[in-house]
T-cell receptor, first 117, second 112 residues
Framework: GAVVSQHPSWVICKSGTSVKIECRSLDFQATTMFWYRQFPKQSLMLMATSNEGSKATYEQGVEKDKFLINHASLTLSTLTVTSAHPEDSSFYIC?????????????FGSGTRLTVV | EDQVTQSPEALRLQEGESSSLNCSYTVSGLRGLFWYRQDPGKGPEFLFTLYSAGEEKEKERLKATLTKKESFLHITAPKPEDSATYLCAVRDPRSNDYKLSFGAGTTVTVRA
């Protein structure tokens, strides 16, 4: 089945530093990937849609200069949290759309727990 | 305006006690309703995709059904390992980017 690998699974960083999270589709090509943020006991909040070879589309209220998204290949999208602050601490999850499959259309990564201290 | 509403928020079941979770949606021109299971600290795991009213899908103790306004996830004779948060999502028909809109989820706890 379709597999999406997300790394790292957790990261602790100092306030003011930047953190990069990778999302890879391992056995399929993903023209479109999505980045979500999830707060404790809440559902997934879409941050942005990442399209290979073009600029990401950000949801309303998401700072594009703070959450940099790069989708340079059909199997890799990255999210960089720039100048991270404690309020950026959250669980970040990516998903990839498998265009070749109707049933497994959206596969999720295992998530990244970001803690900014 | 919320497109996807799930109920109940939480469900506590005894092992073997069957129950159903509800997912109601308001989008017109549905292009797919998805059920996912999410364990704490993990990403969502795909369960089912439903596309048209009357459609049903089954997997082990889980069965998903779809009407024109809602979907149900039936859990038959649940076991403790079925404890998780179950998320429902619909593909946003207004989006050309195939975005999903998620409900808030139902957290199921099955006691042995």
């Amino acid at each position: 089945g379709a597999v999406v690998s997300q790394h790292p699974s957790w990261v602790i960083c100092k306030s003011g530093t930047s953190v990069k999270i990778e999302c890879r589709s391992l056995d399929f090509q993903a023209t479109t990937m999505f980045w979500y943020r999830q707060f404790p006991k809440q559902s997934l909040m879409l941050m942005a849609t990442s399209n290979e070879g073009s600029k990401a589309t950000y949801e309303q209220g998401v700072e594009k200069d703070k959450f940099l998204i790069n989708h340079a290949s059909l199997t890799l999208s990255t999210l960089t949290v720039t100048s991270a602050h404690p309020e950026d601490s959250s669980f970040y999850i990516c998903s990839a759309r498998n265009e070749d499959s109707v049933f497994y259309g959206y596969t999720f990564g295992s998530g990244t727990r970001l803690t900014v201290v | 305006e919320d497109q996807v509403t799930q109920s109940p928020e939480a469900l506590r079941l005894q092992e073997g006690e069957s129950s159903s979770l509800n997912c109601s949606y308001t989008v017109s021109g549905l292009r797919g309703l998805f059920w996912y299971r999410q364990d704490p600290g993990k990403g969502p795991e795909f369960l089912f995709t439903l596309y048209s009213a009357g459609e049903e899908k089954e997997k082990e103790r889980l069965k998903a059904t779809l009407t024109k306004k809602e979907s149900f996830l039936h859990i038959t004779a649940p076991k403790p390992e079925d404890s998780a948060t179950y998320l429902c999502a619909v593909r946003d028909p207004r989006s050309n980017d195939y975005k999903l809109s998620f409900g808030a989820g139902t957290t199921v706890t099955v006691r042995a």
